[in-house]
């Protein structure tokens, strides 16, 4: 009988990339592809990993967002570019599917790239408090000095 392996012990999953590596998933980043897709076919692992490399690079992160940023807009070009061609031979169901294609990267753009904000958040800071003054002192009248004026009589 076979000693069932020990589930305690912690894996250790450092990875380390290239230059070479790097400059290629970001390349394809770059040209719109997903990161999902990119680090399985480069690297061969998993999501989880690679996150956990981009927390400890932050060099390597901020170039990894830019890119992701930049790919949003290539896959809006891309989009455009499918939708400028004059004589589209499309199926009906091709059709479709392109239509869902751009409505999710209508959803997805402005929240992923600030490059596609459809709404911005203004913040105006305004001091509430209002004075009020003159320029020149006003007249005051005298109260106790003042005539009275007479009342007219009732008829």
Avoid: C
């Amino acid at each position: 009988m076979n000693k069932s392996k020990s589930i305690s012990k912690v894996k250790k999953n450092d990875l380390t990339l290239s230059d070479i590596e790097q400059n290629t998933i970001l390349e394809d980043i770059y040209n719109g592809k997903t990161t999902n897709i990119v680090i399985k076919d480069t690297l061969k692992t998993s999501l989880k990993t690679f996150y956990k490399y981009l927390e400890t690079n932050p060099k390597f992160k901020a170039e990894f967002n830019k890119a992701q940023e930049v790919g949003i807009k290539t896959l809006v070009e891309k989009m455009l570019e499918i939708f400028d061609t004059e004589h589209m031979d499309l199926s009906p169901n091709e059709l479709l599917f392109i239509r869902e294609k751009k409505d999710f990267l209508k959803w997805l753009a402005p929240r992923v790239s600030s490059l596609f904000t459809e709404k911005q958040k203004i913040d105006v800071k305004s001091d509430s408090v209002v004075k009020i003054s003159w320029e020149s002192e006003p007249d005051l009248i005298d109260v106790s000095t003042a005539e009275t004026i007479p009342t007219p009589p009732k008829d």
